[in-house]
Nanobody
Framework: VQLQASGGGLVQAGGSLRLSCGAS????????MAWYRQAPGNQRELVAA?????????ADSVKDRFTISISRDGTQNTMYLQMNSLKPEDTAVYYC???????????WGQGTQVTVSS
């Protein structure tokens, strides 16, 4: 399985961005895909997750501003993170992640930088 993230950039506070993460080769039925972020000097933190059954969860800091979704086409999945009302504190490198729920097998994509100016 490979993950490819894209969509980061520079935006003013209050603006929007949409991140995408393409996942190819998913042959297992139960999984979780997620977005994490890491700001300089901070630990990587979970932003939002979506499960193969459609359940989602969000960090409190992004609830009501960010929306995670997924589209499926055979073994190709694309995960999105629609980010609205962006704040400077959302500035970080955002990483996509895939976890196979049966055994915890995990894959990380490369990061994409999101910078929100005040």
């Amino acid at each position: 399985v490979q993950l490819q993230a894209s969509g980061g950039g520079l935006v003013q506070a209050g603006g929007s961005l949409r991140l995408s993460c393409g996942a190819s080769g998913i042959l297992f039925s139960t999984y979780r895909m997620a977005w994490y972020r890491q700001a300089p000097g901070n630990q990587r933190e979970l932003v939002a997750a979506i499960f193969s059954d459609g359940r989602t969860n969000y960090a409190d800091s992004v609830k009501d501003r960010f929306t995670i979704s997924i589209s499926r086409d055979g073994t190709q999945n694309t995960m999105y993170l629609q980010m609205n009302s962006l704040k400077p504190e959302d500035t970080a490198v955002y990483y996509c992640n895939l976890e196979r729920l049966s055994d915890g097998y995990t894959v990380w994509g490369q990061g994409t930088q999101v910078t929100v100016s005040s």
